[in-house]
């Protein structure tokens, strides 16, 4: 059963600071892994996927590296805003039967960035 | 904007009711996944529907089920409530393996 794993739980930093969020998984047999913010009771906006063949993705100041083997990722944030204060969420996703894709969440890195 | 949108945005019930959500999602969006979300806690894939068959279930009873229909919208439907069924929601469709979130609905169970 494939356990995900988000480090540290909740962080709270001045803004400009350069962040790094962490997040393990235990079954390196993966198809993705995505990482999400989510606002408070909101849902869920997708900041970058990563295929199983891929090393890291890039979206502005945002960047995520994967390391299958040794079962982790990492999402950096370059000079944090007050406007980045979210909880960021990572979902590793295996190759289910008949073609479904199925997620395991991490339970997330509350972060909070005050000015 | 995702385009992914659901409906009711909180609900409340009691325990023992049976209760339905919907979900709309974009044309061209052929897969839909539901998830529960628990207060401080990571999305729980429920299930998912590809062309409206179900194709992958998680770790859910039976009592939890779902419709997708050929307009894109899609519903989940929970029998007998119980108090833990109270969580966020979510619905998130996609042409393909990437998925967009709709906002969520918040049931309470009481």
Same mark, same amino acid.
């Given at each position: 059963?494939?356990?995900?794993?988000?480090?540290?739980?909740?962080?709270?930093?001045?803004?400009?600071?350069?962040?790094?969020?962490?997040?393990?998984?235990?079954?390196?047999?993966?198809?993705?892994?995505?990482?999400?913010?989510?606002?408070?009771?909101?849902?869920?906006?997708?900041?970058?996927?990563?295929?199983?063949?891929?090393?890291?993705?890039?979206?502005?100041?945002?960047?995520?590296?994967?390391?299958?083997?040794?079962?982790?990722?990492?999402?950096?944030?370059?000079?944090?805003?007050? *406007?980045?204060?979210?909880?960021?969420?990572?979902?590793?996703?295996?190759?289910?039967? *008949?073609?479904?894709?199925?997620?395991?969440?991490?339970?997330?890195?509350?972060?909070?960035?005050?000015? | 904007?995702? &385009?992914?949108?659901?409906? +009711?945005?909180?609900?409340?019930?009691?325990?023992?009711?049976?209760?339905?959500?919907?979900?709309?999602?974009?044309? &061209?969006?052929?897969?839909?996944?539901?998830?529960?979300?628990?207060?401080?806690?990571?999305?729980?894939?429920?299930?998912?529907?590809?062309?409206?068959?179900?194709?992958?279930?998680?770790?859910? +009873?039976?009592?939890?089920? &779902?419709?997708?229909?050929?307009?894109?919208?899609?519903?989940?439907?929970?029998?007998?409530?119980?108090?833990?069924?109270?969580?966020?929601?979510?619905?998130?469709?996609? +042409? =393909?393996?990437?998925?967009?979130?709709?906002? =969520?609905?918040?049931?309470?169970?009481?």
């Amino acid at each position: 059963k494939q356990e995900v794993t988000q480090i540290p739980a909740a962080l709270s930093v001045p803004e400009g600071e350069n962040l790094v969020l962490n997040c393990s998984f235990t079954d390196s047999a993966i198809y993705n892994l995505q990482w999400f913010r989510q606002d408070p009771g909101k849902g869920l906006t997708s900041l970058l996927l990563i295929q199983s063949s891929q090393r890291e993705q890039t979206s502005g100041r945002l960047n995520a590296s994967l390391d299958k083997s040794s079962g982790r990722s990492t999402l950096y944030i370059a000079a944090s805003q007050p *406007g980045d204060s979210a909880t960021y969420l990572c979902a590793v996703r295996r190759t289910g039967s *008949g073609g479904s894709y199925i997620p395991t969440f991490g339970r997330g890195t509350s972060l909070i960035v005050h000015p | 904007e995702t &385009g992914v949108t659901q409906s +009711p945005t909180h609900l409340i019930k009691t325990r023992g009711q049976q209760v339905t959500l919907r979900c709309s999602s974009q044309s &061209g969006h052929n897969t839909v996944s539901w998830y529960q979300q628990a207060l401080g806690q990571g999305p729980q894939f429920i299930f998912q529907y590809y062309r409206e068959e179900e194709n992958g279930r998680g770790n859910f +009873p039976p009592r939890f089920s &779902g419709l997708q229909f050929p307009n894109y919208s899609s519903e989940l439907n929970v029998n007998a409530l119980e108090l833990d069924d109270s969580a966020l929601y979510l619905c998130a469709s996609g +042409p =393909g393996v990437e998925q967009f979130f709709g906002p =969520g609905t918040r049931l309470t169970v009481l």
